[in-house]
């Protein structure tokens, strides 16, 4: 069974200021593990994804994350937000096909609401 | 071009009644899935259909029906629709475990 935990539910933080959204996973198998953002009234966007190789992983619009097997982790973290970083924010954890048909389970979501 | 798209955007109806939701995609995946997001934004996975074939079916009430005529579309059907029904519905689309999936822009139903 796979789960995710996003620990924040709402973070407001002042344009150009550094923004971090945690995320904790669980999984019985190996896991693949998203990030995914959500403008009002907009389906979901993939930001980046972590598979294997180096625990950081840059995505688009300068989102960076980084994969922590102890912790089971995989924070989501840009070092300077704007205005237009206003959104909804999902983690997600996938399984293999084989075990979970594909499918992804997400988090709560986190709000990131930026302030001028 | 849309990658998946879904339609209608916005569906308004009453209790009891009966609707469908279409869903498209020209990627060319095999894997495509509807998601369910309630009014506090949760997610969660509804159905999977892989090659046409249900794959993932969430302890979803039978009056949810979707059906996949082929691999690039999967239409949903609710009979008999409940106020708690309502909810923005999302399907998305998938080439396989590494890529996640690609989702439309959602058709946020209420049931009145």
């Known amino acids: 069974a796979q789960s995710v935990t996003q620990l924040d539910s709402q973070v407001p933080v002042f344009e150009e200021a550094p923004v971090e959204l945690r995320c904790n996973y669980s999984?019985?198998?190996?896991?693949?593990l998203f990030w995914y953002v959500q403008y009002p009234n907009q389906g979901l966007q993939l930001l980046l994804k972590?598979?294997?190789?180096?625990?950081l992983v840059k995505g688009i619009n300068g989102f960076e994350a980084e994969f922590n097997k102890s912790q089971t982790s995989f924070h989501l973290r840009k070092p300077s937000v704007h205005i237009s970083d206003t959104a909804e924010y999902f983690c997600?954890?996938?399984?293999?096909?084989?075990?979970?048909?594909?499918?992804?389970?997400f988090g709560g979501g986190t709000r990131v609401l930026v302030k001028p | 071009d849309t990658a998946v798209s879904q339609t209608p955007k916005y569906l308004v109806t009453q209790m009891g009644n009966d609707k469908s939701i279409k869903c498209e995609q020209n990627?060319?995946?095999?894997?495509m899935y509807w998601y369910k997001q309630d009014s506090k934004k949760f997610l969660k996975i509804m159905f999977s259909?892989?090659?046409?074939?249900?794959?993932i079916n969430e302890t979803v009430p039978n009056r949810f029906s979707p059906k996949s005529p082929d691999k690039a579309h999967l239409n949903l059907h609710i009979n008999s629709l409940e106020l708690g029904d309502s909810a923005v519905y999302f399907c998305?689309?998938?080439?396989?475990?590494?890529?996640?999936?690609?989702f439309g822009q959602g058709t946020r139903l209420t049931v009145v």
């Open positions: 990627l060319g995946h095999d894997t």
């Open positions: 972590y598979l294997s190789g180096s625990t």
């Open positions: 999984s019985s198998v190996s896991v693949y």
């Open positions: 259909y892989n090659n046409k074939e249900l794959i």
């Open positions: 998305a689309s998938s080439p396989g475990t590494y890529s996640g999936a690609f």
């Open positions: 997600a954890v996938s399984g293999s096909f084989e075990a979970a048909g594909n499918k992804l389970t």
